[in-house]
């Protein structure tokens, strides 16, 4: 028997991201293998900067689906450097991320994105690790739409599994699932991370406007560093620029750059 949803033999991860595109992949893996094996654990790795309706999504994904989802943290604190969290006790104000920028001494940007790495993969590798295994696939939810992202693991350990892509499912696929769906992400973002600086121009002045609380934080780590998430820039400066315009500024397709860098996915 073969699909493009059945687990490869041995030790699998899913890298469930906390989006739609993830949580599709997890809906369709369970659905092909009659839920998950001991040998398969789903990983999601918080890095602080998270919507609210992120976390509520991964945790509904869990009790809907019935599968058990590990949550997992950058924690600098420990010598594992990493810690096992839940949904009642994940960080949410940034702790991990302003953890590592304080660590590195230098902010991330779109050349140096060692935030995905750091909060993201190198957690859950570690929890993995600590778990005894050595060898594993790990699932990605990048979907046949945007293969141009698919690569190989610069670790010989870690085979890259990309379901989504064998399947051919693309982000209609996606869209139509959750709109026929029970539940859904109630997320209005353009991604799970509240300031991310692969954000087009557009995106983020929008955040500054409907969550502005929010966004301090961004602006604070540029100035605790003095430095800047996008070159050029300033998330300080775009904040008060938003509050001294009108909403027509977000309604001129022309005004702010639109195009998107990116999305994380671990």
Aim: hydrophobic share 35%; charged share 25%; proline share 5%.
């Amino acid at each position: 028997m073969s699909g493009p949803y059945l687990l490869p033999e041995g030790n699998v991860c899913i890298s469930f991201s906390g989006g739609r595109t993830s949580g599709y992949m997890l809906h369709e893996i369970l659905e092909a293998n009659g839920g998950l094996p001991d040998t398969t654990k789903v990983v999601f790795a918080n890095t602080g900067r998270e919507m609210p309706e992120t976390l509520d999504f991964v945790q509904e994904c869990s009790d809907r689906w019935h599968v058990p989802i590990v949550w997992v943290e950058l924690d600098t604190t420990s010598e594992t450097l990493y810690k096992v969290v839940t949904y009642e006790t994940a960080s949410r104000d940034g702790e991990p991320f302003e953890a590592i920028i304080a660590k590195a001494q230098r902010l991330p940007d779109a050349v140096r994105r060692f935030c995905t790495k750091e909060l993201k993969i190198f957690p859950a590798n570690r929890y993995l690790r600590a778990s005894q295994w050595t060898k594993w696939h790990n699932a990605i939810g990048i979907r046949a739409d945007e293969a141009r992202r698919v690569k190989p693991s610069k670790v010989k350990s870690i085979i890259q599994w990309y379901p989504l892509v064998t399947a051919g499912a693309r982000k209609s696929d996606v869209n139509d699932f959750w709109k026929n769906n029970d539940f859904d992400l109630r997320l209005a973002t353009t991604s799970n991370c509240d300031g991310c600086f692969l954000k087009s121009e557009a995106n983020r002045a929008a955040m500054f406007r409907s969550h502005p609380e929010r966004m301090e934080w961004w602006v604070r780590m540029e100035q605790n560093m003095g430095g800047n998430f996008v070159y050029g820039q300033p998330y300080g400066e775009l904040a008060q620029f938003i509050q001294h315009q009108g909403d027509w500024i977000l309604d001129d397709e022309s005004f702010f750059c639109q195009a998107d860098g990116g999305e994380c996915t671990g």
